[in-house]
Antibody, heavy 118, light 111 residues
Framework: QVQLVQSGSELKNPGASVKVSCKAS????????MIWVRQAPGQGLEWMGW????????TYAQDFTGRFVFSLDTSLSTTFLQISSLKAEDTAVYYC???????????WGQGTTVTVSS | QSVLTQPPSVSGAPGQRVTISCTGS?????????VHWYQQLPGTAPKLLIY???NRPSGVPDRFSGSKSGTSASLAITGLQAEDEADYYC???????????FGGGTKLTVL
């Protein structure tokens, strides 16, 4: 079946980096773009941006430029989110989701909790 | 203040009908861009509930329906059940931002 499986929870010190993975299965990986969403504790969903799984070209939302990098490994059908120079306010659950355009974000990963604390 | 405005909370008794609004502008909903709705049960990932303004994915009960008029969209839930207690988010595209975005979310409480 179609699914997205994300890597496990991370606990990081401020200033460190983290790389979250999102492995797709059950469909042709390069057919649909992958998006990333942040959800801070007790807060709503924030659109972080998306990556073209055909070309690898990323597009970042305004609030997610500079320290956030989307990348791919098409041989593994996996998308990555890397966050550098971590701050306490990066503490959140990060979700990947498949973007089917008119058909919405139809498949979601289970979420990865990133906690930034010393 | 989100570009797509939702009420922070709504509530209803079991069996009742509730609606959740998503108010935008001429650069998003009013421009005709698709509106999608997601349900997020406590402690879980969001789930697609309505796509393309008013379409239900396979497996979503017909108690859930979506509509759009002018610069607003609405999600209606009829025959409210305890299991519907969740957060609901609308999502669309905004031409001024040149990007997609979510509404602020609405917490549904079943009394």
């Amino acid at each position: 079946q179609v699914q997205l499986v994300q890597s496990g929870s991370e606990l990081k010190n401020p200033g460190a980096s983290v790389k979250v993975s999102c492995k797709a299965s059950g469909y042709t990986f390069s057919t649909y773009a992958m998006i990333w969403v942040r959800q801070a504790p007790g807060q709503g969903l924030e659109w972080m941006g998306w990556i073209n799984t055909n070309t690898g070209n990323p597009t970042y939302a305004q609030d997610f430029t500079g320290r956030f990098v989307f990348s791919l490994d098409t041989s593994l059908s996996t998308t990555f989110l890397q966050i550098s120079s971590l701050k306490a306010e990066d503490t959140a659950v990060y979700y990947c989701a498949r973007n089917r355009g008119h058909y919405g974000l139809d498949v979601w990963g289970q979420g990865t909790t990133v906690t930034v604390s010393s | 203040q989100s570009v797509l405005t939702q009420p922070p909370s709504v509530s209803g008794a079991p069996g009742q009908r509730v609606t959740i609004s998503c108010t935008g502008s001429s650069s998003n909903i009013g421009a005709g861009y698709d509106v999608h709705w997601y349900q997020q049960l406590p402690g879980t990932a969001p789930k697609l509930l309505i796509y393309g303004d008013s379409n239900r994915p396979s497996g979503v009960p017909d108690r859930f329906s979506g509509s759009k008029s002018g610069t607003s969209a609405s999600l209606a839930i009829t025959g409210l059940q305890a299991e519907d207690e969740a957060d609901y988010y609308c999502q669309s595209y905004d031409s001024t931002l040149s990007d997609r975005l979510f509404g602020g979310g609405t917490k549904l409480t079943v009394l």
